[in-house]
């Protein structure tokens, strides 16, 4: 059985690299949440309209704090969480759709470069997919799996469980709810060189 939160050997973490980078996306590896967090911001302009994706790894290593309550940037979250669902929500999905930069984590990497995300209502995905000009994720090296069965494996068997346990305590939701996936999202490639950054961190971080 996969240990889910098990840190991958170095050189499975050094495969993994050159797997994304070979599927054109730019990655960077840093040892531990305080260096993925650096890496992060200094990729980020200040000024810039940014939208911090909800995401336990972000939130857990204080980028989402920073990015939505600094001021150094235009928060995309802080100017939905002041807009009305009932009468602004085509503007409130166009504003999420296409931010300067989107930033966030994956639920699973494997080792040969395929990024996946996990999503119930897919409000990120726009945005991951092509809206934003840039993406950042930042990923615990935990979430590397061989391929995409583990990967699937790895949302439904660790993921979904924790995530509707955090959704039902965070929005009083019934105990009955389960957040399985319904929408699941695969980069395989990206081919707008630059635009999506991957930060893979060597620490436990996220689910």
């Known amino acids: 059985m996969i240990e889910w939160n098990k840190l991958p050997a170095k050189e499975i973490v050094e495969k993994t690299a050159a797997a994304l980078r070979e599927n054109g996306f730019d990655v960077t590896v840093v040892p531990g949440a305080k260096e993925a967090k650096e890496a992060a ?3 980020i302009p200040e000024k810039s309209e940014v939208f911090v994706m909800a995401s336990a790894t972000a939130d857990s290593i204080g980028l989402s704090a920073e990015i939505d ?3 150094r940037y235009e928060s995309v979250r802080s100017k939905l969480n002041a807009m009305d669902g009932k009468t602004q929500g085509r503007d409130m999905r166009k504003l999420g759709a296409g931010p300067d930069v989107a930033v966030g984590s994956a639920h ?3 080792q040969s470069g395929k990024l996946l995300v996990a ?3 897919g409000s990120q995905l726009p945005a991951y997919t092509y809206g934003a000009g840039t993406v ?3 990923v615990s090296t935990k979430k590397i799996v ?3 069965d ?4 790895r949302l439904v068997q660790h993921v979904v469980p924790q995530e509707s346990a955090r959704a039902r305590a965070a929005y009083g939701l019934p105990e009955s709810f389960n957040s399985y996936p319904s929408k699941v999202l ?3 490639k990206e081919v707008q060189p630059g635009r999506v950054k991957v930060i893979l961190m060597n620490e436990d971080a996220g689910f």
């Not at 583990?150 to 494996?153: I, L, R, S």
């Open 150 to 153: 583990e990967a699937w494996d």
């Open 136 to 138: 950042i994720f930042v």
């Open 69 to 71: 309550k600094s001021g």
């Open 146 to 148: 061989p391929g995409l």
């Open 108 to 110: 699973a990497v494997t």
């Open 119 to 121: 999503s119930l209502t």
């Open 41 to 43: 911001l200094n990729l």
């Open 186 to 188: 695969i980069l395989n």
